[in-house]
């Protein structure tokens, strides 16, 4: 089982940035495709990214497309989430998770989880 941890969270204004970053431990996260979710209060938890092992190949959830970019550096065991143009609706808990199934954007597809992050976005 690999343990994740986020970070980077935190309260920005609307149209701000934010970089969150999840740091694995216990496992390499190289052969683990790596997603990013979100849940706000009375919402159920919904994708927001994804990642294969390789990075080539990401895919994104039509809200954040455009506006948020998944990466991730294998060498460090990290894998980040830059969040620009911020909107009020992206306001949730974000958590980092890793799937061992190639295309991965269920939260079924995951197999472990972070704690998470807050991430608050005022109008």
């Known amino acids: 089982q690999v343990q994740l941890v986020e970070s980077g969270g935190g309260l920005v204004q609307a149209g701000g940035s934010l970089r969150l970053s999840c740091a694995a431990s216990g496992r390499t996260l190289s052969s683990y495709t790596m997603g990013w979710f979100r849940q706000a209060p009375g919402k159920e938890r919904e994708f927001v990214a994804s990642i294969t092992w390789s990075g080539r190949i990401t895919y994104y959830a039509d809200s954040v497309k455009g506006r948020f970019t998944i990466s991730r550096d294998n060498a460090k065991n990290t894998v980040f989430l830059q969040m620009n143009s911020l909107k009020p609706d992206d306001t949730a808990v974000y958590y980092c998770?890793?799937?061992?199934?190639?295309?991965?954007?269920?939260?079924?597809?995951?197999?472990?989880w972070g704690q998470g992050t807050q991430v608050t976005v005022s109008s």
């Open positions: 998770a890793a799937s061992r199934t190639v295309v991965a954007d269920k939260p079924a597809d995951f197999g472990s």
